[in-house]
């Protein structure tokens, strides 16, 4: 998983694995644990640049959306 959007990609995926059955509620449990691993990472990240009151670059959370690519 490079960046946010490739998270909600596979968690997007997940929750339609579990619909369909492909995949069961504890590969779901797994990877939505992992993620909220990453997305905390993430967010310590921000917190320490909060703390230090300067500009964060954090690659994982700067990627262009397709979506607001226009």
Excluded: C, W
Aim: net charge negative; hydrophobic share 40%.
């Amino acid at each position: 998983m490079k960046n946010v959007v490739e998270l909600r990609e596979v968690l997007a995926e997940t929750i339609e694995g579990l619909k369909s059955g492909e995949i069961t509620h504890k590969q779901a449990s797994e990877i939505a644990n992992l993620s909220g691993k990453m997305i905390n990472s993430a967010k310590a990240q921000l917190d320490y640049h909060a703390l230090r009151k300067d500009e964060p670059s954090i690659k994982f959370l700067h990627v262009k959306d397709e979506l607001n690519a226009d």
